[in-house]
Structure formats: structure tokens, C-alpha cells
């Protein structure tokens, strides 16, 4: 069983603690242990523009995004691709029971 273990911030300085449940979370996943604390863990992020998401740290464009109708409800939906009229089009709603996930 792990115990929780005080860390030094290589960014500010600091000591945090790593928890022993966080410990568990970073070796099933094979992670390292942080070299940050939680504090400036977030501030990289947000001075990166991660929201937190898994972006793996690569920098992605804006996907660009269509307006269409839906085909089922008739509201706007917004699609990441340009409809092009030869196959329906449905909003975010009407596609959920649609999908096989």
C-alpha cells in the first residue's frame, strides 16, 4: 500500500502532496510522477489553451463548423463538415439514438 509523498514544484518551488490514490491513478496508466503542483499544472494548461481536455499537448486548429437543418426535427444543427444535400443531416439530439455507441 502507497502513502502520500511530499513533492518539490520544479516550476514555483513548492512542496505538494501526491496522494497515494493519485500514486495508484499515474502507475495504472504509467505515468511519471508530476513535476508540478496542481497550481501550476493548471496555469500551464490554461497559458497553453488545454481546457483541461485530452489534447495530448498537441495544438489542434478550430474545427470549422456548418450550419444545416435537421432532417428529423427540422432545428439548426451544427456539423463539422459542409452538407452537401444527398444525405440527411441531423442535430446533436435526433443523432444520439441513432448511433450505435
Do not use: N
Not at 501526491?18 to 500514486?23: H, I, S, V
Not at 496542481?38 to 494548461?45: G, H, V
Not at 488545454?50 to 456548418?66: A, E, I, K, N
Not at 435537421?70 to 456539423?79: D, H, I, N, P, R
Request: net charge positive; glycine share 8%.
Amino acid at each position: 500500500m502507497t502513502t502520500d509523498r511530499i513533492l518539490t514544484c520544479a516550476q514555483c518551488g513548492q512542496d505538494f502532496t501526491f496522494t497515494a490514490d493519485d500514486q495508484q491513478y499515474h502507475a495504472e496508466r504509467g505515468y511519471q510522477d508530476p513535476k508540478r503542483c496542481p497550481t501550476c499544472r493548471a496555469e500551464r494548461r490554461s497559458s497553453r489553451g488545454d481546457s483541461g481536455g485530452s489534447s495530448g499537448g498537441y495544438d489542434r486548429p478550430q474545427r470549422q463548423m456548418f450550419s444545416a437543418t435537421c432532417s428529423q426535427c427540422g432545428k439548426e444543427a451544427l456539423v463539422p463538415f459542409e452538407p452537401r444535400g444527398d444525405k440527411p443531416v441531423y442535430c446533436s439530439d435526433c443523432f444520439k439514438p441513432r448511433s450505435r455507441w
